[in-house]
């Protein structure tokens, strides 16, 4: 143990201070931190009257609390304040404020004074205190210089003895050995550090730094707050700086910085155009590699240009990524390919559209067989929608049916009726034969493909004939089981409702034989049967469920509009969770009201689904925007027809309904004149409606819907004609009847003789008459006339004047010679025609077809 741990240990110097020593971190700009010494004044303590104050190395703070000493600048305050003076008796209230202002004023510099001369008596006791300490710490080094001295004199002495022995031991053993010796030192005990000289140096070099007080003499010196932080002073690491150092670690903590990463190779479906960033978002590459891939190729592109499907490989390529092309058809939903397994397809319940001509019993014999009646709810007691509905039968077995409309304008929603369906049930009433929509359900069932039963209704009827119905049917190569056909029919009345279990066997039979399966268990798809905009519901569409099971909150497909299933009402209004199978359902959640006959596909996802119908929304865009392939001829004959536009906007209750009178209004069209349709939507009359009608100067054709409020306003305020329907054939008649009468009335010429113009006379100054010799008929006075020369018409005019010799007379016979003036013209030359006629006016009147 050295001397200088004998020694007991120094007392560390220090200044008991009227002032507890607290620290504030200070934050830089760039990470730098700093931690500043600052002051904290010590509460003043009160004692009770008479006892002594605990001893205090300061001065006892003043009883008032000191107010933050306020820089006063340069201004010598008063020696001596003074002392308030009573308030004078006559004092005004500005006086007084005046006055307190100044007193207050005296008192802040009093207490300012007293700060500042207590602030240098603390000074000059600091200055004491801080002399005393130096003094001390310089009899201190004093000391410890001397010490060091005595033992380096001590360790020096040591070391001397102990070489002196060896030295005098080796010379005689060097004389009688050439060899060195092989011990040529003894060990010697171990030098203690010079500690006090290590002291002196770093005092020394804290001279030369500059640095004095107490900041130099305790820089060396360990203490808790340097512990604690060890950082301080030094600027702190950035963000990023951090962010990299653990990106670091992860990388060597995932295999090490050695192992190059893995590229990871991709499969990258590219369209036929696609921009940069979205190519690069599927690679995995940063856009900015791309682009400088472009560069390369001599292609100035930016990250949000587009590029072809050719330039996109290329890249794919060369980042060493596979490549999947698709076209933009591609993003559609093909459901055909789309076949389902054997295994998995379950029986399903038969669809059956009941078809036949208008008003021959259709709904009553849907109604007898559903035991409802919805012939009274339908205008003019005709079908004008397709209703769907599913019947249990008594053994359990469930039969769908469709109910299609009858009237002539209806064909397109009886052909959808045909396609959807297994079985056509064809009602030919007994006492009225076959009508042309019969002749028409006909041939849609045989274009479909489907299988027909003949229902002869109205046997009730006592003109009823049923062999005469079967043997018109032969005329259409229908040929029922009663002639040794394969078409079962069936008699049957339904207003009495008789026939009825038979029809359904023959339904059940017909159904067993075609083996109808479909698979519940997968996503739906359905075909619109109708649709419609709902005032409070919003689009609706009534659907038949083809296979799988439609759920609520499905997200689907159908046509050019997606959506979310929010409800799911079957036919009798009640709300399910999940439509299987050849179910009929009303489905709420579109985004639109979608066209009669579309196809609803249940896809995944929601943006799936909006991917498909804005794919189809452009493409239907293009197909109505395209313009058909013309020509010169087409082009001429348009600039010269003088055909008469009617302009007209339709709107009704359901797509269905829409189609039927925009395609009736096309039907009524000539050659003269013909229906523009300038609007055609489902739903309300709305303002947009009644604002394009004013624009354009047409009527609005309402068919089963009415205007709302703001609508009504607008039609009175501008005038706009209204036409509303219940039933299509009175709709049909009156737009015809319209359309004619733009026309205005039809005029007929119907010829009444011709004469031969033999010479020319003047007649008067100007006029000329013309000797005519009468060839056919009779010529009058006063009809329209014809000159014509070599069969080309010269002048179209009147006869003004007719004579026979010297007399005025109103009509000349056949065989006869004559004298004539014509109306506004004197072109006339021996050798022309004249050609009498007269102009009948009838009402026009158009075809309805």
């Not at 600091?126 to 410890?144: G, H, L």
């Not at 010269?640 to 925009?662: F, H, M, R, T, Y």
Request: charged content about 35%; aromatic content about 2%.
């Amino acid at each position: 143990m050295s001397d200088e741990e004998k020694k007991p240990a120094r007392k560390p110097l220090g200044l008991k201070r009227a002032v507890d020593a607290g620290e504030v971190k200070q934050t830089f700009s760039h990470g730098r931190t700093n931690k500043v010494a600052v002051e904290v004044k010590r509460r003043r303590k009160l004692v009770k009257p008479g006892e002594a104050p605990a001893p205090e190395p300061t001065p006892a703070p003043e009883p008032a609390p000191e107010p933050a000493p306020e820089p006063v600048a340069k201004k010598e305050p008063p020696k001596k304040a003074a002392p308030k003076k009573p308030a004078p008796a006559a004092e005004t209230p500005q006086e007084r404020v005046a006055r307190l202002q100044r007193e207050a004023e005296e008192d802040r510099l009093k207490l300012a004074e007293e700060a500042r001369k207590r602030d240098e008596q603390k000074a000059k006791q600091a200055a004491e205190e801080e002399k005393k300490r130096q003094e001390d710490n310089k009899k201190a080094e004093e000391e410890a210089e001397k010490r060091a001295k005595e033992e380096a004199e001590a360790a020096k002495q040591a070391e001397a003895e102990p070489e002196a022995a060896p030295a005098k031991e080796e010379a005689p053993a060097a004389k009688g050995s050439p060899t060195p010796a092989a011990r040529k030192f003894t060990p010697v005990a171990r030098p203690e550090p010079k500690r006090p000289a290590k002291k002196k140096e770093d005092k020394r070099a804290a001279k030369d730094t500059g640095g004095g007080g107490k900041d130099k003499r305790r820089s060396g010196k360990l203490t808790v707050t340097k512990a604690l932080n060890e950082d301080e002073g030094r600027r702190a690491r950035s963000l990023a700086a951090l962010k990299r150092a653990r990106e670091k670690e992860r990388r060597m903590q995932g295999g090490g910085s050695s192992k190059p990463r893995e590229k990871q190779v991709r499969d990258v479906i590219v369209p036929e155009a696609i921009t940069v960033g979205e190519l690069a978002k599927r690679m995995g590459e940063k856009g900015a590699d791309l682009v400088k891939e472009l560069f390369n190729l001599d292609m100035m592109v930016t990250v949000n240009q587009t590029i072809d499907q050719d330039t996109a490989e290329l890249l794919v390529e060369q980042f060493g990524h596979n490549i999947e092309k698709v076209s933009e058809a591609d993003v559609d939903i093909d459901t055909e390919e789309d076949v389902d397994p054997e295994e998995t397809l379950k029986a399903r319940p038969p669809v059956v559209t009941i078809m036949g001509h208008v008003d021959h019993g259709k709904t009553s014999l849907l109604d007898a067989l559903r035991g409802t009646d919805v012939t009274k709810g339908e205008a003019g007691g005709i079908t004008q929608h397709i209703g769907s509905y599913q019947i249990t039968t008594k053994d359990k077995q469930k039969i769908t049916f469709l109910d299609t409309p009858g009237h002539a304008a209806f064909t397109e929603m009886r052909q959808r009726g045909a396609n959807v369906t297994d079985i056509v049930v064809l009602v030919v009433a007994a006492d009225d034969g076959i009508m042309p929509q019969t002749i028409e359900a006909i041939n849609h069932t045989k274009a479909a493909g489907v299988p027909m039963i003949v229902a002869i209704n109205k046997m009730d009827k006592p003109e009823a004939d049923p062999n005469n119905i079967r043997s018109r049917l032969l005329e259409h190569e229908v040929i029922v089981e009663a002639m040794s056909g394969d078409v079962q029919d069936v008699e049957i009345s339904a207003k009495e409702k008789t026939g009825l279990d038979e029809l359904l066997e023959k339904i059940a039979l017909q159904a067993e034989l075609l083996e109808l399966k479909a698979r519940p268990d997968r996503d739906a798809d359905a075909t619109v049967i109708e649709a419609q905009l709902d005032k409070g519901r919003g689009p609706v569409a009534t659907v038949l469920i083809t296979r799988g099971t439609l759920k609520r909150g499905d997200t689907f497909v159908v046509g050019t509009e997606s959506g979310r299933v929010r409800a799911i009402v079957n036919d009798q209004g009640k709300q399910i969770k999940e439509a299987g199978p050849s179910m009929p359902v009303e489905v709420l959640g579109l985004g639109g009201v979608p066209s009669a006959g579309d196809q609803l596909t249940v896809v995944e996802n929601e943006q799936r689904a909006r991917e498909v119908a804005e794919y189809r929304q452009e493409k239907a865009t293009e197909k109505r925007t395209a313009l058909a392939p013309t020509s010169f001829d087409t082009m001429f004959n348009n600039l010269q027809s003088n055909v008469i536009e009617w302009p007209v906007l339709v709107k009704a209750d359901v797509q269905g309904s829409v189609e039927a009178i925009v395609n009736a209004l096309h039907n009524i069209s000539t050659d003269d004149i013909k229906a523009r349709v300038l609007h055609a939507g489902v739903g309300a009359i709305t303002e947009s409606d009644v604002t394009l009608a004013a624009a354009s100067n047409a009527p609005i054709i309402g068919f089963g819907v009415r205007p709302n409020a703001k609508a009504r306003e607008l039609v009175k305020r501008d005038g706009v004609r209204m036409m509303y329907y219940d039933v299509i054939y009175h709709l049909t008649e009156d737009v015809a009847k319209e359309m004619a009468g733009e026309l205005g009335p039809e005029r007929i010429e119907t010829v009444v003789g011709r004469a031969a113009v033999k010479q020319v006379f003047k007649s008067g100054k100007k006029d000329k008459a013309a000797g005519l010799l009468v060839e056919e008929g009779v010529i009058r006075k006063g009809l329209f006339a014809r000159l014509t020369r070599e069969d080309v018409i010269v002048s179209a005019t009147t006869i003004a004047s007719l004579r026979r010799f010297k007399d005025d007379v109103d009509e000349v016979r056949a065989g006869l010679e004559c004298g004539v003036v014509l109306e506004d013209t004197n072109d006339i030359q021996p050798g022309d025609q004249l050609e009498v006629f007269e102009v009948e006016e009838r009402e026009r009147t158009l075809e309805v077809g």
